[in-house]
């Protein structure tokens, strides 16, 4: 099998809250943002969520991490710039601090109202917001290259919750502090076919499974193989490996940083198998176990090291990552973002520092002033580098 070198193509999709200044919470009004500049919107791939307080957008294909970063400004700004001249504002966190999901509008569509009569209560409580991350690195064309594809996420979920922990920004639910760095794991794990996916021999053997849903009307009328909705999977348009299990990274340094760090993932396991190495494979229940301490915790707990079967600070086995991909970065041209890394353990995720906000005015004991404090430094936080 002929194995890809680098450089892999990237690209990313963001999904903004829009927010409404004086009240600083959510407000409805993506269907809008669409009908006032299409031209616009197709430049930014804007698309609607399914919930009108949400856009989404989407980069071009990005030869290396310094055109992302141009992409995730470029995307930031734009929306940044439409949402001001309609009196909003936009924030990036996977959560809001205290709107709720029983007030907001649903986007109308036969798309959104198929995932509504299909999911019901489950649907409605989607009030959640993520970062998607593609690495392209073979053809449509090549069916090895497709196996290639499998055998590389089967070893990459041992890494995506460390990815997971660093990215965190969901600590408030409906005006709570949840006690947890990442509760948009938890809400959008009540979906079907979500969190860490099983591993699978070879791209036949996912295809039959995806073949086998679909055939007992799993995935409904629209769009069916897009509701496999795994923390990573072939992405069922794109020729591309897409890491969905990322929170959305408030700041344009995380958000880059994070794409940095999965693009030399997959460069290290694909130089692994040019050398007929491969990484460890780890069963499921091994990769949802981090999972869940990367959600609970983020980076100020531990995660299992299995192989020593101990478990282990997360600042050290992030440390043991960088050593992993020591020798791909300086090939992928991004080894100053992938070293940010350290920036945020000494400073905090999204969730570490909304918490620190929180607490700073007055919490539990002032809680509506404090949560607005929290929404008003993640705008600035999102608006970060933005406009140097």
Not at 45 to 61: A, I, R, T
Request: aromatic share 10%.
């Amino acid at each position: 099998m002929a194995v890809p070198t680098p450089p892999l193509t990237l690209g990313i999709e963001e999904e903004y809250q829009i927010i409404e200044p004086e009240s600083r919470n959510l407000h409805s009004y993506i269907s809008e943002f669409l009908s006032q500049d299409e031209k616009q919107a197709a430049r930014l791939n804007l698309k609607p969520e399914f919930m009108q307080s949400q856009v989404e957008v989407g980069s071009h294909v990005c030869r290396n991490i310094r055109e992302l970063r141009q992409e995730v400004v470029r995307l930031r700004r734009a929306v940044f710039d439409m949402a001001e001249r309609n009196g909003l504002y936009i924030a990036a966190a996977s959560t809001h601090p205290f709107a709720r999901w029983d007030e907001q509008s649903i986007t109308e569509g036969a798309r959104y109202r198929e995932l509504l009569d299909d999911m019901r209560g489950v649907a409605r409580r989607l009030l959640i917001f993520g970062m998607h991350v593609h690495v392209g690195f073979g053809h449509k064309e090549d069916p090895e290259l497709k196996d290639l594809m499998i055998e590389i996420m089967n070893q990459a979920r041992y890494f995506a919750p460390h990815l997971l922990a660093l990215s965190t920004s969901s600590p408030f639910w409906h005006g709570k502090n949840t006690g947890l760095k990442s509760y948009r794991s938890i809400i959008f794990e009540m979906m079907p076919r979500t969190g860490i996916p099983h591993s699978f021999s070879s791209w036949n053997e996912y295809k039959a499974y995806e073949q086998t849903l679909m055939k007992v009307g799993a995935f409904g009328k629209r769009d069916p193989v897009a509701k496999i909705w795994w923390d990573i999977r072939p992405h069922p348009t794109f020729d591309t490996l897409e890491f969905r299990i990322s929170d959305i990274c408030t700041r344009v340094d995380e958000a880059v940083c994070i794409a940095a760090l999965f693009q030399a993932i997959v460069a290290k396991l694909l130089k692994l198998r040019r050398n007929n190495l491969s990484w460890r494979p780890y069963r499921h229940m091994h990769a949802t176990e981090n999972k869940w301490r990367a959600a609970r915790y983020g980076i100020s707990g531990e995660m299992v090291d299995w192989g020593k079967v101990e478990a282990v600070p997360f600042h050290f086995l992030m440390e043991e990552l960088l050593e992993i991909v020591d020798d791909v970065v300086d090939e992928l041209g991004s080894r100053k973002e992938v070293e940010y890394v350290r920036t945020i353990l000494r400073d905090g995720t999204s969730a570490d520092r909304q918490l620190r906000v929180y607490e700073q005015h007055g919490g539990d004991e002032n809680r509506e002033d404090a949560l607005k404090a929290v929404v008003d430094n993640l705008i600035a936080e999102t608006k970060e580098d933005v406009y140097d």
